[in-house]
T-cell receptor, first 116, second 110 residues
Framework: DSGVTQTPKHLITATGQRVTLRCSPRSGDLSVYWYQQSLDQGLQFLIQYYNGEERAKGNILERFSAQQFPDLHSELNLSSLELGDSALYFC???????????????FGSGTQLSVL | AQRVTQPEKLLSVFKGAPVELKCNYSYSGSPELFWYVQYSRQRLQLLLRHISRESIKGFTADLNKGETSFHLKKPFAQEEDSAMYYCALSVPNAGNMLTFGGGTRLMVKP
């Protein structure tokens, strides 16, 4: 168990809908990262938050947004869902902002999103 | 922009055979390279990182800056090595997020 918790584990919804994925980082970790894993795109970095502030942005669509709350948990909001958004969404956390020499990234078990 | 390429989507070997999972990267500076593993129905976990120069579960990886490669090797594959392997790169001044390769599924047959 990495200590990173993601809920829900599975989510089935319809096109056009909006969903929220939740991530609780390991105790003491300030950075949260969101990744999308799909069959055709592989693992794609979406966005990173550090201590409540956005730090880095990757291939995140405008229909997607995220935030990190004062208790450090993070939510990824996906709206106007399309079939192609079906994927496994991973959250990861690390102690600090950057991947320093001894920094480790701990992954959650993911949320499997199926858009029908 | 940085890029990580894993040319093989699937690698199938017999137990006891040597394994080499290929990883090439493109980045003009000095990145940090990682290998992550994802066993069936489990979360991604760090296998090793080049800066540690360690051997985990019999796996090693050497960073070759001339060839911009970071291939993962194991002399004798075990059935429990069957998993999805991802090579990843971290760039110091770009938020330090990880850029992953497309992954290679390793199947070790008995």
């Amino acid at each position: 168990d990495s200590g990173v918790t993601q809920t829900p584990k599975h989510l089935i919804t319809a096109t056009g809908q909006r969903v929220t994925l939740r991530c609780s980082p390991r105790s003491g970790d300030l950075s949260v990262y969101w990744y999308q894993q799909s069959l055709d795109q592989g693992l794609q970095f979406l966005i990173q938050y550090y201590n409540g502030e956005e730090r880095a942005k990757g291939n995140i669509l405008e229909r997607f947004s995220a935030q990190q709350f004062p208790d450090l948990h993070s939510e990824l909001n996906l709206s106007s869902l399309e079939l192609g958004d079906s994927a496994l969404y991973f959250c990861a956390s690390s102690r600090r902002q950057g991947m320093g020499t001894n920094e480790k990234l701990f992954f959650g078990s993911g949320t499997q999103l199926s858009v029908l | 922009a940085q890029r990580v390429t894993q040319p093989e989507k699937l690698l199938s070997v017999f137990k006891g055979a040597p394994v080499e999972l290929k990883c090439n990267y493109s980045y003009s500076g000095s990145p940090e390279l990682f290998w992550y593993v994802q066993y069936s129905r489990q979360r991604l976990q760090l296998l090793l990182r080049h800066i540690s120069r360690e051997s985990i579960k019999g796996f090693t990886a050497d960073l070759n800056k001339g060839e911009t490669s970071f291939h993962l090797k194991k002399p004798f594959a075990q059935e429990e090595d069957s998993a999805m392997y991802y090579c990843a790169l971290s760039v110091p001044n770009a938020g330090n997020m990880l850029t992953f390769g497309g992954g290679t599924r390793l199947m070790v047959k008995p």
